[in-house]
């Protein structure tokens, strides 16, 4: 991993924070597959529902507020302690999926559906009880000279691990039979949570910091929530865009393996395109958005999303384009995913001021996070098929949930040209590590209640 990492010939100022890049590396092995497309693969192999299917994708999003209120531990515990507690703890949840790809070999029961949504559930709650200290621990270690580079070598080493991570699963799933190729995947994932978490330990802690009261929030938000405000108008805005497209990876996953029946390393392919996607368009867009501001980006994503949900509901219907069409829709639709989320972290911080931004940021994302997990579950309780026990996905109802994509994103079309750009607040983005190469999950990583004693204010996160 040299040419990876930081040496003391190429960034001498960062080798000290090498264990931070290597922890995002191998994490990156653990979310990927743990709650990522192979995880949507294996449910639907068990027997899953849609509904089952959905519930497990959204808890990564529904548990948003546990990041919240688990910043009240910070003071007692500090930074590293409940950082790694909570990566510890979730590391023992991957070993459950290993024990049901071992006993499904000889055949799948009812129950190991349960036990894989459930482990699932437990991975994602202790992941966001440690999350709570992840974005404010490394902004409070790293000197102020080095935080640009080290949050874009970051972003780099997490998205080479990424898509090696989802190649990887494509080739098992090509030459394996499909447990032994998820076990062998679940193996990866554990190995990169443990790995990852010893990485964390090498890192030093930072001073205990204050949170801000739970009575604070609770009194706070339904004002930021109610008052008429651009940061109301838009986080509402914002939360119909995640209602709107959260649902689409898990579900494409899941129709395209029951209804056109794509091999599941076919889908895994279908996957590097979306993610290729969301490089290309975070490459393209970076250099630009500073002078154009974020609202091109905005009429850029809504036009890509309506085009992916147009594209999908011919696909249901015809066939239209045939393999081909549906690489070019997954790519379309990380360029779309990358638009949003860059959009958002550039425009988000002109509609708020610098002493309210811990809060509002801390809401938008809540908000943002919970409606958009609500959306797969609730799609999931429709979509399920009449036959085989629910198992499948009922096509018609499905052309119809892109159909409300469409039509979502013309109504958000002239309502986010209307959105103003506010004078005289800090324009300066947001710059919140993977959000951009993990763009349905984006808005996870705005939770911050956290400030630290003395000096300083809020930066950005390294959690994914």
């Known amino acids: 991993m040299a040419w990876l990492l930081p040496t003391a010939q190429s960034d001498p100022d960062l080798v000290p924070f090498r264990p931070g890049l290597t922890f995002a590396f191998f994490n990156a092995l653990a979310w990927q597959i743990g709650i990522g497309t192979p995880m949507v693969l294996f449910a639907e192999q068990l027997g899953a529902t849609p509904f089952a299917v959905g519930l497990a994708y959204s808890f990564v999003f529904i548990l948003t507020p546990?990041?919240?209120?688990?910043?009240?531990?910070?003071?007692?515990?500090?930074?590293?302690?409940?950082?790694?507690?909570?990566?510890?703890?979730?590391?023992?949840?991957?070993?459950?999926?290993?024990?049901?790809?071992?006993l499904a070999m000889k055949g799948e029961r009812p129950w190991m559906v349960t036990a894989l949504v459930a482990s699932v559930f437990c991975f994602c709650l202790f992941r966001s009880i440690g999350a709570a200290s992840g974005i404010s621990w490394f902004y409070a270690i790293l000197p102020e000279n080095v935080r640009g580079r080290y949050f874009a070598s970051d972003q780099f080493v997490s998205a080479v691990a990424g898509v090696g991570t989802l190649l990887a699963?494509?080739?098992?799933?090509?030459?394996?039979?499909?447990?032994?190729?998820?076990?062998?995947?679940?193996?990866?994932?554990?190995?990169?949570?443990?790995?990852?978490?010893?990485a964390l330990k090498r890192l030093p802690d930072a001073e205990r910091p204050t949170a801000i009261s739970l009575r604070t929030v609770l009194h706070d938000t339904p004002r930021h929530l109610g008052r008429r405000s651009p940061f109301r108008?838009?986080?509402?805005?914002?939360?119909?865009?995640?209602?709107?497209?959260?649902?689409?990876?898990?579900?494409?996953?899941?129709?395209?393996?029951?209804?056109?029946?794509f091999s599941t390393g076919q889908i895994m392919m279908f996957e590097v395109l979306r993610y290729s996607g969301v490089m290309v368009?975070?490459?393209?867009?970076?250099?630009?958005?500073?002078?154009?501001?974020?609202?091109?980006?905005?009429?850029?994503?809504?036009?890509?999303?309506?085009?992916v949900g147009v594209y999908w509901w011919f696909f249901l219907q015809t066939g239209l384009g045939?393999?081909?069409?549906?690489?070019?829709?997954?790519?379309?639709?990380?360029?779309?995913?990358?638009?949003?989320?860059?959009?958002?972290?550039?425009y988000l911080p002109q509609i708020v001021t610098a002493e309210e931004r811990t809060l509002t940021v801390s809401i938008h994302g809540a908000v943002t996070a919970c409606l958009g997990g609500i959306s797969p579950i609730l799609w999931g309780v429709f979509l399920k098929s009449g036959d085989g026990g629910g198992r499948g996905i009922d096509v018609e109802l499905f052309s119809w949930f892109f159909g409300s994509v469409v039509v979502?994103?013309?109504?958000?079309?002239?309502?986010?040209?209307?959105?103003?750009?506010?004078?005289?607040?800090?324009?300066?983005?947001?710059?919140?590590?993977?959000?951009?190469?993990?763009?349905?999950?984006?808005?996870?990583?705005?939770?911050?209640?956290?400030?630290?004693?003395?000096?300083?204010?809020?930066?950005?996160?390294?959690?994914?």
């Open 66 to 102: 546990v990041q919240i209120i688990s910043t009240a531990l910070l003071p007692r515990f500090g930074f590293k302690a409940l950082m790694l507690g909570g990566w510890r703890t979730r590391s023992f949840f991957l070993g459950v999926p290993v024990i049901l790809a071992v």
């Open 169 to 198: 699963s494509a080739a098992l799933f090509a030459l394996l039979p499909v447990y032994p190729a998820l076990l062998v995947q679940y193996g990866i994932a554990l190995t990169g949570s443990t790995i990852s978490y010893y």
């Open 233 to 261: 108008t838009y986080v509402w805005l914002a939360a119909i865009g995640a209602v709107l497209v959260t649902p689409i990876p898990p579900f494409l996953a899941y129709y395209l393996k029951v209804g056109p029946k």
């Open 281 to 307: 368009a975070a490459w393209l867009i970076r250099r630009r958005i500073d002078r154009t501001g974020a609202r091109p980006f905005f009429f850029l994503a809504l036009g890509l999303y309506a085009l």
């Open 322 to 346: 045939g393999l081909a069409g549906i690489l070019a829709a997954y790519f379309a639709l990380g360029l779309g995913a990358a638009s949003w989320a860059i959009a958002n972290l550039n």
């Open 408 to 464: 979502g994103s013309a109504v958000l079309f002239p309502l986010i040209g209307r959105l103003p750009v506010a004078k005289g607040q800090s324009s300066d983005p947001l710059l919140i590590g993977h959000a951009i190469l993990l763009p349905f999950r984006a808005m996870t990583y705005l939770v911050n209640l956290v400030e630290r004693k003395g000096p300083g204010k809020a930066g950005p996160p390294v959690e994914k």
